[in-house]
């Protein structure tokens, strides 16, 4: 079973500032995944890295997928208090002619003003 | 475009029930994945269907089961429901299977045995 470890599991910090949210994993994965999600919704894609080594930003939000695929991070800068919700990482796996995602344990973002 | 829609929404079963999810993937879309999510951790993988054909199952007992339709629509039954049934359904559609394929999730649906 591969398991993709998250951390801090929970997080509280103050409008302004920044913050790294870690995701490490003992597997190979073919793409990973970053997902917001608020209470009671489905999770909403944030971005995919595919290319180890490879960063992405998406306005304040930088991620990394690892030189080896088998990690990631995701760093927020000036967090606001939108960025309130459980951030997931997803690594994807091809198996049996699918491509199964396994979700990290989730990372609880509170921003507080 | 619509996005993935899932029906219903919300759901109260009591135990030894059956209950049927529906999902319905992105315009286009030919694979869907269904996974359950427990409150407070992560959504586990469940079973994932693409041209009709189950592509994977996660670790889930029999009591699971899924079908998905010509027109790429699921539905995901789950049997003699338990009380540790109780989660947010999420099903996810995407493209094809490749390994960078995207999977966007629908709004779930929260099921409730008691």
């Known amino acids: 079973t591969q398991l993709l470890e998250q951390s801090p599991q929970f997080l509280s910090i103050q409008e302004g500032e920044n913050l790294t949210v870690y995701c490490n994993s003992s597997?190979?994965?073919?793409?990973l995944q970053w997902y917001r999600q608020e209470p009671g919704e489905g999770p909403v894609l944030l971005v995919t890295?595919?290319?180890?080594?490879e960063v992405k930003k998406l306005k304040r939000l930088t991620f990394q997928f690892g030189d080896a695929r088998k990690d990631s991070s995701l760093h927020i800068t000036a967090a606001q208090p939108g960025d309130t919700g459980l951030y997931l990482c997803?690594?994807?796996?091809?198996?049996?002619?699918?491509?199964?995602?396994?979700f990290g344990t989730g990372t609880q973002l509170k921003v507080e003003l | 475009d619509t996005g993935v829609t899932q029906s219903p929404t919300h759901l109260i079963k009591t135990r030894g029930q059956q209950v049927t999810l529906r999902c319905s993937p992105i315009?286009?879309?030919?694979?869907v994945s269904w996974y359950q999510q427990v409150l407070g951790q992560g959504p586990q993988f469940i079973f994932q269907?693409?041209?009709?054909?189950?592509?994977g199952r996660g670790n889930f007992p029999d009591r699971f089961s899924a079908r998905q339709f010509p027109n790429y629509s699921s539905e995901l039954n789950v049997n003699a429901l338990l009380l540790g049934d109780s989660a947010l359904y999420l099903c996810?559609?995407?493209?094809?299977?490749?390994?960078?394929?995207?999977?966007?999730f629908g709004p779930g649906t929260r099921l409730l045995v008691l």
């Open positions: 996810a559609s995407t493209l094809n299977l490749g390994g960078g394929e995207t999977q966007y």
């Open positions: 315009s286009g879309h030919k694979s």
């Open positions: 269907y693409y041209e009709k054909e189950e592509r």
């Open positions: 597997s190979v994965f073919s793409s």
């Open positions: 890295v595919v290319t180890g080594g």
């Open positions: 997803a690594g994807a796996i091809l198996t049996g002619g699918g491509n199964k995602l396994t």
